[in-house]
């Protein structure tokens, strides 16, 4: 019979005061009885426009009725038809507008938890099964794939199931790209992202880490080793700063610096060899999922007091309303419809006695108010004359967005980029404007999500093999 309720059943999690001070997952996941219960609340629509919403274009209602006959494997072979990383994205996919937002269910009350379900499924099959996936017989081409992240691993793995030889070359001494050392433990525990590598490994897929394509090996050099095409999916791992007094200041981090000191480097242990601000009192600025990463790890590092500084409202606010709701619950303090003019220090060079000789003491903010809608509609951020104030903190951390960067481009003849620095693309096949080579992800359109960096590999993927075969 149909569960006709009209709210999803709620994702058991760590109480807020428990969680605020450890890494380990937050929310823990639906068991066999709930992801059933949930499952009914699906209508099987047959026009399925939940599948329009998925840049990957899962089979949504077909995965969801094999939950409802029991049978958790079959779900999850439907979801890896298209989808070649559904523990992660059943994780940090924002669903609520994609997939559940086209949901029928959520018209007169809440979706059906589709991210929910395919993280349940995802996790039943990993403890479960140790199947491979079955690749086709070698076919005697070579593809290179730059940045092991989600574009990357899944070009990776799309193309080494056609039987195609894919070397994957990663710039850092892990697999995983921003995976590993973007989003933190609490959010995307890593055992899950190395099982994916692990898996394409177990494929055939090669992965060398330690090579900067662009220093290490060009994109030329690639092509006179043997590869017959190279993707890019090298990220966006370039932080955006506001260049405003006081940047440079010891105590200043750009939110990609502070999460790969905690996620890789692993700066939480009580002996890092990479060190990293811990305690005191500690400003985010910026409003995304990755400012609510910062702003969260923070406070389990042991901070006495977290800010979230952004210049709009919170309607505006562009983080997973999820994300926002558990730093709430965790107790980070919100200075919404503020942006900072100048982060405040010590700055006396004949006293190199004072320990906090250019350290943060501070950051300068002014009030905001929303203007007229900029070109995006959404509404401008204008400054209240003579509001500034004060607030005192140890650590200031920027999140303000990030670029990618330009090492590739300068070290490939041929290679375009747009005004923002991404390379420029065909639309349908991914290919950029030097032949054989073609790129996906961040790269290409800057920050987005996992899935559709996912999306991205999938159609590279396609279109290589349309040509070289």
């Known amino acids: 019979m149909p569960n006709m309720s009209p709210k999803k059943n709620p994702m058991p999690s760590q109480a807020p005061e428990v969680r605020a001070h450890n890494f380990n997952e937050v929310a823990t996941g639906y068991d066999e009885a709930t992801a059933l219960d949930e499952a009914l609340r699906c209508l099987g629509c047959k026009n399925m426009p939940c599948v329009s919403g998925c840049p990957v274009n899962i089979h949504i209602p077909e995965f969801i ?13 439907v979801i890896s038809r298209t989808s070649s990383l559904p523990a992660v994205c059943g994780r940090v996919c924002p669903q609520e507008t994609q997939c559940e937002a086209k949901c029928v269910r959520g018209i007169k009350g809440e979706p059906v938890g589709i991210g929910r379900l395919e993280r349940f499924v995802a996790d039943w099959h990993n403890a479960h099964s140790d199947e491979t996936p079955v690749c086709e017989p070698d076919n005697g081409h070579k593809v290179a794939v730059v940045g092991s992240g989600p574009s990357g691993l899944t070009c990776a793995g799309d193309l080494a199931k056609k039987g195609y030889k894919v070397t994957v070359f990663e710039a850092l001494h892990t697999a995983g790209g921003v995976l590993v050392y973007g989003i933190p433990e609490f959010r995307l525990p ?21 090579i900067v394509i662009g220093k290490t090996l060009t994109i030329d050099e690639l092509f006179e080793r043997g590869y017959e095409a190279v993707f ?13 007094p006081g940047e440079s200041l010891k105590g200043v981090y750009s939110a990609n610096e502070y999460l790969t000191r905690s996620n890789l480097m692993k700066a939480y242990r009580d002996d890092p060899t990479t060190p990293i601000s811990k305690g005191g009192r500690v400003a985010v600025v910026g409003g995304g999922n990755v400012a609510m990463d910062a702003a969260r790890t923070a406070l389990r590092l042991g901070a006495d007091k977290v800010y979230i500084i952004y210049r709009r409202s919170m309607d505006e606010l562009p983080a997973r309303r999820e994300e926002v709701e558990h730093a ?15 982060i405040l220090g010590y700055h006396n060079p004949d006293d190199r006695r004072d320990p906090k000789n250019g350290c943060v003491t501070g950051i300068r903010c002014i009030k905001m108010e ?5 070109e995006r509609g959404r509404r401008r951020p ?3 004359e003579g509001s500034e104030f004060d607030i005192d903190v140890d650590t200031v951390i920027i999140a303000i967005g990030t670029s990618p960067n330009p090492l ?8 375009e980029v747009n005004k923002h620095g991404g390379i420029i693309v065909a639309e349908e096949t991914g290919e950029t404007t030097r032949e054989n080579v073609y790129a996906g992800g961040d790269a290409v359109t800057g920050a987005a999500t996992v899935i559709s960096a996912m999306g991205a590999g999938k159609i590279a993927a396609a279109a290589i093999d349309a040509k070289l075969r």
């Open 65 to 77: 009725e094999k939950i409802r006959e029991g049978d958790f494997e079959g779900a999850y072979q």
């Open 190 to 210: 890593k055992a899950i992202v190395q099982k994916e590598v692990d898996n394409l490994k177990a494929m055939g897929v090669d992965v060398e880490c330690d």
């Open 232 to 244: 890019i999916g090298s990220g966006a791992g370039l932080p955006n700063f506001m260049n405003i």
């Open 328 to 342: 709430m619950e965790e107790g980070i303090e919100f200075r919404l419809l503020n942006n900072p003019v100048e």
């Open 370 to 374: 929303l203007g007229e809608p900029d």
């Open 382 to 384: 204008v400054p209240v």
């Open 408 to 415: 590739i481009k300068s070290t490939t003849a041929g290679l």
